[in-house]
């Protein structure tokens, strides 16, 4: 039972333009929503983070947008830059406990 | 401000060998502590997590275990590894009862098995 998907496993931007990343859940139970980026042979940082009884949760060029009643929430970079080529891992929590996605490698073209 | 160490960094073990990774938090106290896999092409699978000392939760039936002799170490261990249990080993900790219990990753180990 995967209880947190990401069902694109790759997605390719050019620089300047808008990614979106998506990510859909079966757990009514998570109360938090968290995103992580990685780099190859790095572990997880933190990147951004949504409440369940929110919709939408900005810090800088990321924003998050959380519709429960489809359980789905994505996440937005605008600009996007080279830098942000990385894996994302959309998470969900219960009781402390993360359950992430497959992640979803995004690579941002100069 | 805290820390985590994960080691080894690469791990080269045979298949039946035993194997020990060990994960140390520093500047916080009581933590989570969470041990996490990434299979080739797959997502980030949570293995084991403890709320304390002595306590561990499994989350996946699978080859291998893990302890936390002290409050700010966790271990994860097998008897004999497997093909399969080949992945980036990831240790976590977080702030029980945090906010969002945002959870801070440590560097991860590599581990193949022939």
């Known amino acids: 039972d995967q209880q947190v998907k990401q069902n694109s496993p790759s997605l390719s931007v050019q620089e300047g333009r808008i990614s979106i990343l998506n990510c859909d859940y079966t757990?009514?139970?998570?109360?938090?929503f968290l995103w992580y980026k990685k780099y190859p042979a790095e572990g997880p940082t933190f990147l951004i983070s949504i409440s369940s009884i929110k919709d939408k949760n900005e810090d800088g060029r990321f924003t998050v947008f959380l519709n429960k009643s489809a359980k789905h929430l994505s996440l937005h970079i605008v600009p996007s830059q080279p830098g942000d080529s990385a894996v994302y891992f959309c998470g969900g929590n219960q009781g402390g406990k993360l359950i992430f996605g497959q992640g979803t490698e995004l690579s941002v073209k100069p | 401000s805290q820390t985590i160490h994960q080691w080894p960094a690469t791990l080269v073990q045979p298949v039946g060998s035993p194997l020990s990774l060990e994960c140390t938090v520093e500047?916080?106290?009581?933590?989570?502590l969470y041990w996490y896999r990434q299979a080739a092409g797959r997502g980030l699978q949570l293995l084991f997590y403890s709320v304390g000392i002595g306590q561990i939760s499994s989350e996946v039936p699978q080859n291998l275990s893990a302890s936390r002799p002290q409050d700010r170490q966790f271990i994860l261990s097998s008897k004999k590894l497997l093909l399969s249990d080949s992945g980036f080993y990831l240790c976590?900790?977080?702030?029980?009862?945090?906010?969002?219990?945002?959870?801070?990753f440590g560097p991860g180990t590599r581990l193949t098995v022939l």
């Open positions: 976590a900790w977080g702030v029980p009862a945090g906010v969002y219990n945002e959870q801070f």
């Open positions: 757990n009514s139970m998570f109360d938090y």
């Open positions: 500047g916080t106290s009581n933590p989570n």
